[in-house]
């Protein structure tokens, strides 16, 4: 059943940011009004449909046994099977959008490929990878920046962080996190054996400037000379720039800009996400620890995936999913088939829970 006076608190809650909204605040205050507001406006139209689907099977049920004649209370007798049916959809969409939500779902995000074990294997890999992320975020309409790349001598990358802007891109990446694992003939093997290599993926909630407060005294800001491809500005200006965050020793660096401030500014993005990750997973390591869902700890170190070229296939471990279509996935353009059956299988597994909770 879904629960009355829960819905009826968010009903009301949804009313009072409404109001507070439309009474013109402005700053922070707005940012955070209309953060919630987007959050909850799903969930509502999800209970008012519920709501009057329900009112309307209650009148075709009086109607179906007082309706005088046969073939009307027949007629009415056959709407309320329809919105039976129809109401028992809604009730599970509902009971989905009523699941405690992530509170950084609704978050852009950040997200870091890197190479594993396997040479130049890997990182040709990773270099597929990106591409995959890259193109399946194009697909979503959402809008991404290369905030640092480390290029291999093939071609591959060693390293990438790429900046994916949008709504809900974070409910929908979370689960890429781990190893990834590939088996396949790599370009560099004359002999035609298959080698097994991998890359780590992990994807950072992207904070707003009013979930993570950073206290200058608490940073050690240097600069330096940009190294790698870069022509003459290399070595000329110090426009790299390494952020130490004292308290916690988190360092991060960035050297793509030209531009020392810009730099700076991507340092301090990325710096942002790390302290926001770490504090999100101390405060959820107890939960966590309690719940074996279907979809695993998130662990980065955990394998999440193989992506087997001599069979054509991707499997992923967490739920056994295997589709024959690796080509597709690692061009990205079927990479929402996985990402989606994630969603949905973590979906389940937390109904599964509140329900055995009672």
């Known amino acids: 059943m879904i629960p009355t006076a829960k819905l009826e608190r968010l ?23 209309s953060k919630e507001y987007a959050e909850l406006d799903p969930v509502v139209k999800a209970a008012r449909a519920y709501r009057e689907t329900e009112k309307q099977l209650a009148d075709a049920k009086i109607l179906a046994e007082e309706g005088g004649e046969i073939e009307l209370r027949d007629m009415f007798a056959e709407e309320a099977a329809n919105l039976k049916h129809k109401l028992e959809t809604l009730e599970h969409e509902l009971r989905i959008q009523l699941l405690p939500k992530d509170a950084a779902d609704s978050s ?3 997200l870091e490929i890197r190479a594993g ?17 890259t193109r399946y975020c194009q697909l979503q309409g959402w809008k991404t920046e290369v905030m640092s790349l480390s290029d291999s001598d093939l071609g591959g990358i060693k390293e990438a962080v790429l900046e994916v802007s949008g709504e809900g891109v974070y409910a929908k990446l979370k689960f890429e996190s781990g190893g990834h694992r590939v088996q396949r003939v790599p370009v560099t093997e004359a002999g035609g054996r298959i080698h097994t290599s991998a890359a780590t993926v992990a994807v950072l909630p992207e904070p707003e400037d009013v979930d993570i407060q950073i ?6 800001i240097d600069v330096y000379r940009s190294s790698g491809a870069g022509g ?6 110090e426009s790299a720039v390494r952020i130490t965050h004292l308290p916690t020793g988190l360092a991060v660096a960035q050297q793509t800009e030209k531009s020392q401030h810009k730099n ?11 302290l926001y990750d770490m504090e999100r997973e101390r405060v959820d390591s107890a939960r966590a620890s309690q719940r074996k869902g279907l979809i695993g700890s998130g662990d980065r170190s955990e394998r999440i995936r193989t992506y087997n070229f001599p069979q054509g296939r991707v499997t992923d471990h967490r739920i056994n999913l295997t589709l024959y279509k690796l080509d597709h996935i690692i061009a990205g353009d079927d990479l929402g088939d996985i990402v989606e059956a994630l969603v ?14 009672g």
Do not use: P, W
């Open 117 to 133: 074990t396997g040479g130049d294997e890997a990182a040709l890999f990773a270099g597929d990878l990106l591409k995959m992320y």
């Open 232 to 237: 003459q500005h290399v070595n000329k200006t």
């Open 344 to 357: 949905t299988e973590d979906q389940a597994s937390r109904l599964a829970e509140l329900e055995a909770e």
């Open 264 to 274: 700076k500014a991507q340092a301090m993005k990325l710096l942002k996400a790390r």
């Open 11 to 33: 009903l009301d809650r949804f009313a009072a940011v409404e109001a507070e909204l439309a009474s013109g605040v402005a700053g922070a205050s707005f940012v955070k009004l």
């Open 215 to 220: 206290d200058e005294k608490d940073l050690r």
């Open 108 to 110: 852009s995000a950040i």
